[in-house]
């Protein structure tokens, strides 16, 4: 789990992650978690994309097991028992703590006025998107973000487990795809998370 400064991502990496994310990664400034194979399961983002865009969203899942995972664990009735978790102080103390922590790791790479405060999926005082906090929980490792781990304990995939496909050879068919193909509407998923990001 290696915090800011990453070390730059590996040509492979990127390639990798182009291919989770079926259209090419860009402003990827490291890897932040990875499954046991050692693809990338998180990556780290620019605090100001290269358009000039803030992008809060530091930590980004990109595993397409871990995000189908996390977006079928939204569509069930957990957030609400994730955000009662915040009822109890010790776990909301916690919380405001992880939110601090991820500026920290942030702010730490570059300062962003725009969105200075702003960390992500909710914190510190709301859950909103478990994609962000599940992101963050693989990055700083557990015991650092509770209601990240907790999302990460529900899930039906696991850090631990691996369930990659070979993305290297998926590539070319991504890239033909990505070319040939009209684009379909964001799915609800992709339009969540780029929601989490404005
Ligand atoms: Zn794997």
Known sequence: MPTPPFDAPS??????????????ARNVIGIAAR???NAPTVVATKPRLD????????YYLCHPGATAAISTLEATSVMPQLAALLD?????????????AYLADRDGIERVAEIA????????VRVKCLHALAGHSL????GVNPIGDRAIALATWSPDVCTCIDYLATEVMAADVAE????LPATS?????????A
């Open 11 to 24: 040509a492979d990496d990127i390639r990798i992650v182009s291919a989770q994310l079926g259209r090419t």
């Open 35 to 37: 499954c046991v194979c």
């Open 51 to 58: 358009d000039g865009t803030p992008f809060p969203t530091l």
């Open 88 to 100: 109890d102080p010790n776990v909301a103390a916690a919380y405001t703590a992880a939110h601090h």
């Open 117 to 124: 405060g702003i960390s992500a999926g909710g914190m510190p």
């Open 139 to 142: 990055a700083a490792g557990p």
């Open 180 to 183: 040939s193909v009209t684009p």
């Open 189 to 197: 998923a992709a339009a969540h998370r780029a929601g989490e990001t």
